[in-house]
Protein backbone atom coordinates (compact mmCIF):
# COMPACT_ATOMS: atom_id res chain seq x y z
CA UNK A 1 0.00 0.00 0.00
CA UNK A 2 1.17 3.19 -0.96
CA UNK A 3 1.76 5.35 2.62
CA UNK A 4 0.20 8.53 0.15
CA UNK A 5 -2.91 6.85 -0.25
CA UNK A 6 -3.57 6.81 3.49
CA UNK A 7 -5.24 10.33 4.04
CA UNK A 8 -6.25 9.55 7.45
CA UNK A 9 -2.77 9.70 9.12
CA UNK A 10 -2.90 12.07 12.06
CA UNK A 11 -0.31 14.85 11.83
CA UNK A 12 1.98 12.63 14.68
CA UNK A 13 1.87 9.78 12.24
CA UNK A 14 2.85 11.64 9.46
CA UNK A 15 5.72 12.96 10.66
CA UNK A 16 6.98 9.85 11.96
CA UNK A 17 6.29 8.46 8.90
CA UNK A 18 8.21 11.28 6.97
CA UNK A 19 10.66 10.72 9.33
CA UNK A 20 11.11 7.44 7.93
CA UNK A 21 10.82 8.19 4.16
CA UNK A 22 13.75 10.87 4.21
CA UNK A 23 16.60 8.09 5.64
CA UNK A 24 15.71 8.30 9.77
CA UNK A 25 16.65 4.98 10.85
CA UNK A 26 15.76 5.50 14.80
CA UNK A 27 13.76 8.71 16.89
CA UNK A 28 15.56 8.71 20.45
CA UNK A 29 12.25 9.44 22.77
CA UNK A 30 11.66 10.75 26.23
CA UNK A 31 8.09 10.97 26.41
CA UNK A 32 6.07 13.24 28.20
CA UNK A 33 2.34 14.36 28.51
CA UNK A 34 2.77 16.13 24.88
CA UNK A 35 3.37 12.61 23.32
CA UNK A 36 -0.28 11.16 22.67
CA UNK A 37 -0.67 12.08 19.16
CA UNK A 38 2.88 10.64 18.69
CA UNK A 39 2.74 7.92 20.84
CA UNK A 40 -1.64 7.42 18.94
CA UNK A 41 0.63 8.07 15.43
CA UNK A 42 3.57 4.76 16.06
CA UNK A 43 0.35 2.78 16.68
CA UNK A 44 -1.78 3.79 13.77
CA UNK A 45 0.98 3.42 11.62
CA UNK A 46 1.86 0.46 12.67
CA UNK A 47 -1.71 -0.97 12.07
CA UNK A 48 -1.72 0.45 8.47
CA UNK A 49 1.94 -1.25 7.92
CA UNK A 50 2.85 2.20 7.54
CA UNK A 51 7.40 1.82 7.65
CA UNK A 52 8.47 4.26 10.72
CA UNK A 53 11.79 4.87 12.19
CA UNK A 54 12.54 2.54 15.60
CA UNK A 55 11.25 4.91 18.32
CA UNK A 56 13.66 3.76 21.26
CA UNK A 57 12.79 4.95 24.77
CA UNK A 58 15.92 6.91 26.33
CA UNK A 59 15.28 7.71 29.99
CA UNK A 60 17.23 10.73 29.84
CA UNK A 61 17.15 13.90 27.24
CA UNK A 62 21.00 14.25 27.79
CA UNK A 63 21.88 10.73 26.82
CA UNK A 64 19.23 10.92 23.52
CA UNK A 65 21.46 13.48 22.56
CA UNK A 66 24.37 11.65 22.61
CA UNK A 67 23.13 8.74 20.75
CA UNK A 68 22.15 10.56 17.95
CA UNK A 69 26.01 11.93 17.60
CA UNK A 70 27.27 8.57 18.40
CA UNK A 71 25.22 7.35 15.46
CA UNK A 72 26.04 10.07 13.03
CA UNK A 73 29.77 9.39 13.81
CA UNK A 74 29.48 6.15 12.87
CA UNK A 75 27.03 6.41 10.14
CA UNK A 76 26.88 9.94 8.47
CA UNK A 77 23.15 9.39 9.17
CA UNK A 78 21.20 12.14 11.05
CA UNK A 79 18.49 10.80 13.31
CA UNK A 80 15.83 12.31 15.26
CA UNK A 81 15.12 13.12 19.11
CA UNK A 82 11.71 13.76 20.43
CA UNK A 83 11.63 15.20 24.01
CA UNK A 84 8.82 16.38 26.34
CA UNK A 85 7.84 20.22 26.10
CA UNK A 86 10.51 22.93 27.86
CA UNK A 87 11.53 20.98 30.32
CA UNK A 88 13.14 17.77 28.30
CA UNK A 89 14.30 20.67 25.73
CA UNK A 90 16.33 22.01 28.56
CA UNK A 91 17.85 18.46 29.06
CA UNK A 92 18.73 18.32 25.03
CA UNK A 93 20.19 21.73 25.33
CA UNK A 94 23.86 20.41 26.22
CA UNK A 95 23.65 17.98 23.71
CA UNK A 96 22.68 20.70 21.49
CA UNK A 97 25.75 22.74 21.94
CA UNK A 98 28.05 19.71 21.73
CA UNK A 99 26.29 19.06 18.37
CA UNK A 100 26.79 22.89 16.92
CA UNK A 101 30.15 22.97 17.98
CA UNK A 102 31.09 19.23 16.69
CA UNK A 103 28.59 20.46 13.03
CA UNK A 104 26.48 16.82 13.77
CA UNK A 105 23.44 17.22 12.02
CA UNK A 106 21.05 16.13 14.64
CA UNK A 107 16.91 16.54 13.89
CA UNK A 108 15.61 17.62 17.61
CA UNK A 109 12.10 18.01 18.28
CA UNK A 110 10.04 18.72 21.63
CA UNK A 111 6.17 19.27 21.89
CA UNK A 112 5.41 22.26 23.01
CA UNK A 113 2.26 22.51 25.28
CA UNK A 114 -1.02 23.27 24.44
CA UNK A 115 -2.39 26.64 23.52
CA UNK A 116 -5.95 26.19 24.18
CA UNK A 117 -7.02 25.30 27.44
CA UNK A 118 -10.65 23.67 25.99
CA UNK A 119 -12.19 22.81 23.15
CA UNK A 120 -10.42 21.30 20.88
CA UNK A 121 -8.65 17.43 20.54
CA UNK A 122 -5.32 18.19 22.44
CA UNK A 123 -6.13 20.85 24.40
CA UNK A 124 -4.36 21.17 27.96
CA UNK A 125 -5.98 18.46 30.61
CA UNK A 126 -3.46 18.61 33.26
CA UNK A 127 -1.99 21.72 35.42
CA UNK A 128 1.63 21.07 34.09
CA UNK A 129 -0.09 22.08 31.05
CA UNK A 130 -0.12 25.44 32.68
CA UNK A 131 3.30 25.26 34.44
CA UNK A 132 4.96 24.08 30.99
CA UNK A 133 4.34 27.11 28.99
CA UNK A 134 7.47 29.58 27.74
CA UNK A 135 7.35 32.75 26.26
CA UNK A 136 10.53 31.58 23.69
CA UNK A 137 10.65 27.71 24.64
CA UNK A 138 13.03 28.13 21.50
CA UNK A 139 15.48 30.26 23.31
CA UNK A 140 16.41 27.10 25.40
CA UNK A 141 18.50 25.94 22.12
CA UNK A 142 18.05 28.79 20.03
CA UNK A 143 22.44 29.68 20.03
CA UNK A 144 23.03 25.99 19.14
CA UNK A 145 19.95 25.58 16.35
CA UNK A 146 20.53 26.27 12.77
CA UNK A 147 17.16 26.70 12.39
CA UNK A 148 13.88 26.36 14.14
CA UNK A 149 10.28 26.48 13.65
CA UNK A 150 6.94 25.51 15.39
CA UNK A 151 4.67 23.57 13.40
CA UNK A 152 1.37 25.53 12.65
CA UNK A 153 -0.54 23.14 10.67
CA UNK A 154 -0.30 19.55 9.53
CA UNK A 155 -0.45 20.26 5.99
CA UNK A 156 3.41 21.30 6.61
CA UNK A 157 4.60 18.47 8.01
CA UNK A 158 6.55 16.74 5.32
CA UNK A 159 7.61 20.68 4.18
CA UNK A 160 8.63 20.89 7.96
CA UNK A 161 10.70 17.61 8.01
CA UNK A 162 12.49 17.88 4.20
CA UNK A 163 13.64 21.50 5.46
CA UNK A 164 15.01 20.52 8.71
CA UNK A 165 16.94 17.71 7.46
CA UNK A 166 18.24 19.70 4.80
CA UNK A 167 18.98 22.91 6.75
CA UNK A 168 21.05 20.45 9.00
CA UNK A 169 22.95 18.42 6.97
CA UNK A 170 23.66 21.81 4.61
CA UNK A 171 27.71 22.46 5.51
CA UNK A 172 28.43 23.49 7.81
CA UNK A 173 26.30 21.02 9.57
CA UNK A 174 24.68 21.00 12.91
CA UNK A 175 21.75 20.66 14.53
CA UNK A 176 18.06 22.12 13.64
CA UNK A 177 14.92 22.28 16.25
CA UNK A 178 10.89 22.28 15.22
CA UNK A 179 8.53 22.42 18.38
CA UNK A 180 5.51 20.39 18.00
CA UNK A 181 2.15 21.71 19.75
CA UNK A 182 -0.57 18.90 20.87
CA UNK A 183 -3.33 20.21 19.03
CA UNK A 184 -1.50 20.54 15.46
CA UNK A 185 0.08 16.66 16.13
CA UNK A 186 -4.05 15.72 16.99
CA UNK A 187 -5.55 17.03 13.51
CA UNK A 188 -5.76 14.90 10.10
CA UNK A 189 -3.16 14.81 8.24
CA UNK A 190 -3.99 16.35 4.72
CA UNK A 191 -0.67 17.23 3.04
CA UNK A 192 1.17 16.20 0.19
CA UNK A 193 2.22 12.31 -0.38
CA UNK A 194 4.42 11.52 2.84
CA UNK A 195 6.14 9.12 0.67
CA UNK A 196 6.77 11.34 -2.20
CA UNK A 197 10.84 13.10 -3.14
CA UNK A 198 12.48 14.90 -0.84
CA UNK A 199 11.69 18.59 -1.77
CA UNK A 200 14.82 19.72 -1.18
CA UNK A 201 18.17 18.61 -1.09
CA UNK A 202 21.02 20.08 1.36
CA UNK A 203 23.65 22.71 -0.13
CA UNK A 204 27.37 21.13 -0.02
CA UNK A 205 30.20 23.14 -0.72
CA UNK A 206 32.54 22.34 -3.74
CA UNK A 207 36.11 22.83 -2.55
CA UNK A 208 37.84 26.05 -4.36
CA UNK A 209 40.37 23.52 -7.09
CA UNK A 210 41.82 27.02 -7.99
CA UNK A 211 42.93 27.71 -4.07
CA UNK A 212 43.82 24.34 -4.03
CA UNK A 213 46.20 23.97 -7.06
CA UNK A 214 48.06 27.05 -5.01
CA UNK A 215 47.60 25.36 -1.54
CA UNK A 216 49.86 22.41 -3.57
CA UNK A 217 52.37 24.66 -5.47
CA UNK A 218 52.93 26.39 -1.74
CA UNK A 219 53.61 22.79 0.17
CA UNK A 220 55.88 22.18 -3.58
CA UNK A 221 57.85 25.34 -2.63
CA UNK A 222 57.72 25.04 1.67
CA UNK A 223 60.89 24.72 3.56
CA UNK A 224 58.73 23.71 6.28
CA UNK A 225 54.93 22.71 5.89
CA UNK A 226 53.17 21.32 8.73
CA UNK A 227 49.16 20.44 9.00
CA UNK A 228 46.94 20.95 12.36
CA UNK A 229 44.54 18.50 12.49
CA UNK A 230 41.88 18.28 14.92
CA UNK A 231 38.49 16.82 13.69
CA UNK A 232 40.02 13.89 12.14
CA UNK A 233 39.41 13.42 8.07
CA UNK A 234 35.99 12.79 7.49
CA UNK A 235 36.42 9.25 5.45
CA UNK A 236 38.29 6.43 5.83
CA UNK A 237 39.69 6.90 1.90
CA UNK A 238 40.53 10.96 3.21
CA UNK A 239 42.15 9.41 6.38
CA UNK A 240 44.56 7.09 3.75
CA UNK A 241 44.92 9.76 1.31
CA UNK A 242 46.43 12.11 4.40
CA UNK A 243 48.39 9.30 5.52
CA UNK A 244 50.29 8.71 1.88
CA UNK A 245 50.63 12.31 1.08
CA UNK A 246 51.95 13.09 4.76
CA UNK A 247 54.73 10.60 4.00
CA UNK A 248 55.48 11.23 0.36
CA UNK A 249 55.82 15.39 1.33
CA UNK A 250 57.22 15.03 4.82
CA UNK A 251 54.69 16.87 6.36
CA UNK A 252 54.43 16.75 10.08
CA UNK A 253 50.57 16.06 11.21
CA UNK A 254 50.03 17.90 14.74
CA UNK A 255 46.75 16.70 16.83
CA UNK A 256 46.65 19.22 19.37
CA UNK A 257 43.54 18.10 21.39
CA UNK A 258 42.41 15.61 18.44
CA UNK A 259 39.02 15.16 18.66
CA UNK A 260 39.31 12.58 15.90
CA UNK A 261 42.23 10.88 14.58
CA UNK A 262 43.52 12.03 11.85
CA UNK A 263 46.78 10.04 10.99
CA UNK A 264 47.86 6.77 12.83
CA UNK A 265 49.44 6.91 15.72
CA UNK A 266 52.60 4.98 14.71
CA UNK A 267 52.78 7.01 11.50
CA UNK A 268 56.32 8.37 11.13
CA UNK A 269 54.72 11.97 10.20
CA UNK A 270 52.62 11.66 13.28
CA UNK A 271 53.92 14.48 15.49
CA UNK A 272 51.67 14.27 18.60
CA UNK A 273 49.94 17.40 20.26
CA UNK A 274 52.55 19.56 20.52
CA UNK A 275 52.68 22.40 18.38
CA UNK A 276 55.86 24.56 19.96
CA UNK A 277 58.29 22.63 17.68
CA UNK A 278 56.51 22.75 14.66
CA UNK A 279 55.45 26.82 14.74
CA UNK A 280 58.60 27.74 15.05
CA UNK A 281 59.90 25.49 12.10
CA UNK A 282 56.97 26.31 9.84
CA UNK A 283 56.32 28.45 6.96
CA UNK A 284 53.28 27.24 5.61
CA UNK A 285 50.40 26.02 8.21
CA UNK A 286 47.69 24.25 7.24
CA UNK A 287 44.91 23.83 9.68
CA UNK A 288 42.01 21.58 8.95
CA UNK A 289 39.17 22.04 10.66
CA UNK A 290 40.19 22.95 13.75
CA UNK A 291 38.17 25.39 16.41
CA UNK A 292 41.61 25.85 17.95
CA UNK A 293 44.68 24.41 16.38
CA UNK A 294 47.24 26.07 19.40
CA UNK A 295 46.95 28.16 22.13
CA UNK A 296 47.23 31.23 21.46
CA UNK A 297 48.62 32.25 25.02
CA UNK A 298 50.79 29.45 24.65
CA UNK A 299 51.97 29.30 20.84
CA UNK A 300 52.61 31.66 18.02
CA UNK A 301 53.54 30.76 14.33
CA UNK A 302 56.25 32.53 12.35
CA UNK A 303 54.88 36.09 11.39
CA UNK A 304 56.15 35.19 7.83
CA UNK A 305 54.43 31.85 7.59
CA UNK A 306 51.13 31.48 5.61
CA UNK A 307 48.47 29.95 7.59
CA UNK A 308 45.64 28.14 5.20
CA UNK A 309 43.02 27.14 7.22
CA UNK A 310 40.60 24.94 5.80
CA UNK A 311 37.10 23.49 6.38
CA UNK A 312 33.43 23.58 5.96
CA UNK A 313 33.84 27.18 7.75
CA UNK A 314 37.13 28.00 7.91
CA UNK A 315 36.90 31.06 10.02
CA UNK A 316 34.12 29.11 12.86
CA UNK A 317 31.63 31.95 12.47
CA UNK A 318 29.32 31.08 14.97
CA UNK A 319 32.25 31.25 17.53
CA UNK A 320 32.16 35.16 18.48
CA UNK A 321 35.83 35.80 19.29
CA UNK A 322 38.53 33.45 17.44
CA UNK A 323 40.85 35.62 16.26
CA UNK A 324 43.44 32.62 14.28
CA UNK A 325 45.24 34.31 11.60
CA UNK A 326 43.79 32.91 8.22
CA UNK A 327 45.90 34.23 5.69
CA UNK A 328 44.08 31.62 3.16
CA UNK A 329 40.53 30.34 3.50
CA UNK A 330 39.70 27.34 1.46
CA UNK A 331 35.85 26.46 2.52
CA UNK A 332 34.84 22.65 1.95
CA UNK A 333 34.27 19.45 3.48
CA UNK A 334 37.66 18.04 4.88
CA UNK A 335 36.98 14.82 2.92
CA UNK A 336 36.72 16.87 -0.47
CA UNK A 337 39.89 19.17 0.26
CA UNK A 338 42.22 16.05 1.56
CA UNK A 339 41.35 14.13 -2.05
CA UNK A 340 41.44 17.45 -4.16
CA UNK A 341 44.75 18.36 -2.05
CA UNK A 342 45.71 14.97 -2.87
CA UNK A 343 45.03 15.18 -6.85
CA UNK A 344 46.93 18.42 -6.87
CA UNK A 345 49.99 16.92 -5.48
CA UNK A 346 50.04 13.77 -7.68
CA UNK A 347 50.81 15.75 -10.49
CA UNK A 348 54.00 16.94 -8.72
CA UNK A 349 56.97 15.87 -7.12
CA UNK A 350 58.54 16.07 -3.92
CA UNK A 351 62.08 18.26 -4.24
CA UNK A 352 65.41 17.62 -1.69
CA UNK A 353 63.57 19.62 0.74
CA UNK A 354 61.07 17.02 1.69
CA UNK A 355 64.33 14.66 1.67
CA UNK A 356 65.87 17.23 4.03
CA UNK A 357 63.38 17.61 6.83
CA UNK A 358 61.94 13.63 6.47
CA UNK A 359 64.62 12.39 8.66
CA UNK A 360 64.36 15.42 11.63
CA UNK A 361 60.80 15.11 11.36
CA UNK A 362 61.27 10.99 11.95
CA UNK A 363 63.66 10.96 14.31
CA UNK A 364 61.96 13.44 16.03
CA UNK A 365 58.63 12.10 16.43
CA UNK A 366 59.88 8.52 16.77
CA UNK A 367 62.25 9.69 19.67
CA UNK A 368 58.80 11.33 21.16
CA UNK A 369 56.72 8.73 20.97
CA UNK A 370 59.42 6.58 22.28
CA UNK A 371 59.54 8.49 25.39
CA UNK A 372 55.50 8.57 25.79
CA UNK A 373 55.34 4.73 25.40
CA UNK A 374 58.51 4.31 28.33
CA UNK A 375 56.52 6.74 30.40
CA UNK A 376 53.75 5.29 30.01
CA UNK A 377 55.15 1.31 30.70
CA UNK A 378 56.63 2.95 34.13
CA UNK A 379 52.99 3.67 35.00
CA UNK A 380 52.23 0.17 35.91
CA UNK A 381 53.86 0.72 39.67
CA UNK A 382 51.74 1.42 42.73
CA UNK A 383 48.60 3.41 41.49
CA UNK A 384 48.24 3.05 38.00
CA UNK A 385 48.78 6.36 35.79
CA UNK A 386 46.40 6.91 32.91
CA UNK A 387 49.33 6.70 30.02
CA UNK A 388 49.53 3.18 31.82
CA UNK A 389 46.21 2.36 31.59
CA UNK A 390 45.96 3.02 27.75
CA UNK A 391 48.55 1.26 26.80
CA UNK A 392 46.89 -1.99 28.10
CA UNK A 393 44.37 -1.12 26.93
CA UNK A 394 45.76 -0.90 23.69
CA UNK A 395 47.21 -3.80 23.21
CA UNK A 396 44.26 -5.92 24.65
CA UNK A 397 41.78 -4.32 21.79
CA UNK A 398 44.75 -4.48 19.08
CA UNK A 399 43.23 -6.07 15.67
CA UNK A 400 39.70 -5.97 16.88
CA UNK A 401 39.07 -2.99 14.51
CA UNK A 402 37.56 -1.36 17.67
CA UNK A 403 36.04 1.80 18.32
CA UNK A 404 37.14 3.95 21.56
CA UNK A 405 36.06 7.30 22.93
CA UNK A 406 37.73 8.81 25.38
CA UNK A 407 36.30 11.54 27.78
CA UNK A 408 39.48 12.60 30.35
CA UNK A 409 39.87 8.59 30.08
CA UNK A 410 42.62 6.70 27.98
CA UNK A 411 44.74 9.68 26.58
CA UNK A 412 45.52 9.27 22.70
CA UNK A 413 50.14 9.25 22.60
CA UNK A 414 50.21 5.81 24.40
CA UNK A 415 47.83 4.32 21.72
CA UNK A 416 48.29 2.39 18.89
CA UNK A 417 45.24 3.75 16.70
CA UNK A 418 45.47 3.23 12.91
CA UNK A 419 41.95 3.56 11.25
CA UNK A 420 39.38 6.21 11.12
CA UNK A 421 36.71 5.38 13.26
CA UNK A 422 39.51 4.38 15.95
CA UNK A 423 39.36 7.52 18.49
CA UNK A 424 37.49 9.98 19.24
CA UNK A 425 37.61 12.33 22.10
CA UNK A 426 34.89 14.70 23.81
CA UNK A 427 33.47 17.58 22.11
CA UNK A 428 35.38 21.12 22.47
CA UNK A 429 32.10 22.24 24.03
CA UNK A 430 33.17 20.48 26.71
CA UNK A 431 29.21 19.20 27.97
CA UNK A 432 30.79 16.34 29.97
CA UNK A 433 28.61 13.39 30.27
CA UNK A 434 28.80 12.65 25.72
CA UNK A 435 31.33 9.44 25.73
CA UNK A 436 28.73 6.54 27.66
CA UNK A 437 25.75 7.14 25.55
CA UNK A 438 27.56 8.22 22.73
CA UNK A 439 29.16 5.12 22.36
CA UNK A 440 25.89 3.54 23.08
CA UNK A 441 25.10 5.02 19.77
CA UNK A 442 28.00 3.68 17.66
CA UNK A 443 27.18 0.55 19.08
CA UNK A 444 23.65 0.89 17.65
CA UNK A 445 24.80 1.51 14.35
CA UNK A 446 27.00 -1.31 14.14
CA UNK A 447 26.10 -4.01 16.96
CA UNK A 448 29.16 -6.29 15.81
CA UNK A 449 31.79 -3.72 15.97
CA UNK A 450 33.86 -3.40 19.40
CA UNK A 451 33.01 0.07 20.78
CA UNK A 452 34.67 1.30 24.35
CA UNK A 453 33.92 4.59 26.65
CA UNK A 454 36.40 5.77 28.56
CA UNK A 455 36.09 7.99 30.82
CA UNK A 456 37.12 9.93 33.98
CA UNK A 457 34.67 9.37 37.42
CA UNK A 458 33.14 12.65 37.41
CA UNK A 459 32.31 12.27 33.39
CA UNK A 460 30.88 8.86 34.49
CA UNK A 461 28.55 10.78 37.04
CA UNK A 462 27.37 13.31 34.31
CA UNK A 463 26.48 10.83 31.68
CA UNK A 464 23.50 9.40 34.22
CA UNK A 465 24.77 6.33 34.58
CA UNK A 466 21.92 4.42 35.98
CA UNK A 467 20.02 5.79 32.47
CA UNK A 468 23.19 4.12 30.03
CA UNK A 469 23.17 0.93 31.98
CA UNK A 470 19.27 0.58 31.90
CA UNK A 471 19.87 1.68 28.03
CA UNK A 472 22.55 -1.18 27.46
CA UNK A 473 20.59 -3.92 28.89
CA UNK A 474 16.97 -2.89 27.37
CA UNK A 475 18.54 -2.75 23.68
CA UNK A 476 21.53 -5.43 24.06
CA UNK A 477 24.21 -2.48 23.75
CA UNK A 478 27.38 -4.99 24.52
CA UNK A 479 29.95 -1.62 25.29
CA UNK A 480 32.72 -1.80 27.32
CA UNK A 481 32.96 1.07 29.77
CA UNK A 482 36.48 1.93 31.57
CA UNK A 483 35.62 4.56 34.40
CA UNK A 484 39.12 6.44 35.14
CA UNK A 485 38.54 6.84 38.69
CA UNK A 486 41.11 9.46 40.66
CA UNK A 487 38.09 10.91 42.83
CA UNK A 488 38.55 14.25 41.71
CA UNK A 489 37.87 16.73 38.93
CA UNK A 490 41.41 16.45 37.07
CA UNK A 491 40.98 18.68 34.64
CA UNK A 492 39.74 21.66 36.85
CA UNK A 493 42.61 21.18 39.47
CA UNK A 494 45.54 21.25 36.17
CA UNK A 495 43.41 24.12 34.93
CA UNK A 496 44.11 25.94 38.48
CA UNK A 497 48.01 24.98 38.68
CA UNK A 498 48.20 25.99 34.44
CA UNK A 499 46.38 29.90 35.75
CA UNK A 500 48.34 29.87 39.58
CA UNK A 501 51.39 27.73 39.69
CA UNK A 502 52.31 28.79 42.69
CA UNK A 503 49.24 30.30 44.28
CA UNK A 504 47.43 29.45 47.71
CA UNK A 505 45.54 26.24 45.53
CA UNK A 506 48.71 24.82 44.43
CA UNK A 507 50.08 24.60 48.31
CA UNK A 508 46.75 23.66 49.90
CA UNK A 509 46.76 20.07 51.31
CA UNK A 510 43.31 19.72 49.40
CA UNK A 511 42.10 22.25 46.22
CA UNK A 512 39.11 23.25 47.07
CA UNK A 513 36.44 22.53 44.14
CA UNK A 514 37.97 19.38 43.22
CA UNK A 515 37.38 16.59 45.15
CA UNK A 516 34.76 13.78 44.50
CA UNK A 517 35.18 12.06 47.44
CA UNK A 518 33.78 9.57 48.58
CA UNK A 519 33.89 7.30 45.19
CA UNK A 520 30.50 5.85 45.06
CA UNK A 521 30.63 2.39 44.19
CA UNK A 522 30.41 2.14 40.50
CA UNK A 523 30.95 -1.63 40.25
CA UNK A 524 27.31 -1.68 41.71
CA UNK A 525 25.49 0.81 39.30
CA UNK A 526 26.32 -1.40 36.63
CA UNK A 527 25.92 -4.50 38.53
CA UNK A 528 21.97 -3.08 39.25
CA UNK A 529 21.23 -3.66 35.36
CA UNK A 530 23.12 -7.03 35.39
CA UNK A 531 26.31 -5.87 33.82
CA UNK A 532 30.04 -7.64 34.47
CA UNK A 533 31.44 -5.09 36.38
CA UNK A 534 34.72 -5.39 38.58
CA UNK A 535 36.69 -2.94 40.22
CA UNK A 536 40.60 -2.40 39.53
CA UNK A 537 42.73 -1.70 42.02
CA UNK A 538 46.70 -2.35 40.65
CA UNK A 539 48.40 -3.37 37.18
CA UNK A 540 47.94 -7.37 38.00
CA UNK A 541 43.88 -6.45 38.32
CA UNK A 542 44.27 -4.97 35.28
CA UNK A 543 45.81 -7.91 33.75
CA UNK A 544 43.08 -9.94 34.39
CA UNK A 545 40.08 -7.75 34.39
CA UNK A 546 40.47 -6.47 30.66
CA UNK A 547 40.43 -9.92 28.91
CA UNK A 548 37.37 -11.34 31.04
CA UNK A 549 35.65 -8.24 29.98
CA UNK A 550 36.05 -8.68 26.59
CA UNK A 551 35.24 -11.94 26.85
CA UNK A 552 32.02 -11.17 28.56
CA UNK A 553 31.28 -8.97 25.61
CA UNK A 554 32.12 -11.98 23.10
CA UNK A 555 30.55 -14.67 24.76
CA UNK A 556 27.51 -12.72 26.82
CA UNK A 557 26.91 -10.12 24.48
CA UNK A 558 26.57 -7.61 27.70
CA UNK A 559 27.42 -4.56 28.52
CA UNK A 560 31.02 -4.95 30.88
CA UNK A 561 32.35 -1.80 33.25
CA UNK A 562 35.89 -1.48 34.85
CA UNK A 563 36.02 0.82 37.68
CA UNK A 564 39.79 1.71 37.65
CA UNK A 565 41.80 3.00 40.44
CA UNK A 566 44.12 5.81 39.33
CA UNK A 567 46.74 8.39 40.01
CA UNK A 568 46.00 11.98 40.56
Request: charged fraction near 20%; proline fraction near 7%.
Amino acid sequence: MKIEALTTLTAGGALLARLKAIGVDYIFANSGTDFPPIIEGLAEAAAKSVPLPQALVIPHESAAMAMAHGYYLATGRSQAVMAHTNVGLANCSIGAINAAVENIPVLLFSGRTPTTEQGRLGSRTVPIGWGQEMRDQTALVREAAKWDYELRFPEQVCDLVDRAHAIANSSPKGPVYAALPREVLCEPFGGRGIDAPLTMQPARITVDTGLIADLAARIADARFPVIFAQHGTGSAEAFDALSTLASQWAIPVCQYWAVQLALPTDHPMHAGGDPAWLLEQADLVIVLDALAPWSQQAHAPRPEACIVQVGPDPLKARIPVRNFRSDISIAGEVPDAILALARALATQSPGTRADERRSLIEARNTAARQAVLDRARAGGDGVMSADFVALKVSEAIAGRNAVLLSERGCPMPPMTLDHVHAWYQEPHAGGLGWSFPAALGMQLADRDRLVVASMGDGSYMFSNPVVCHQIAEALDLPVLVLVMNNAEWAAVRHSVLDIYPDGYAAKANRMPLTGLSPSPDYVQVARASRAFARQVANAADLAEALPEALDHIASKRGLALLDITMRN
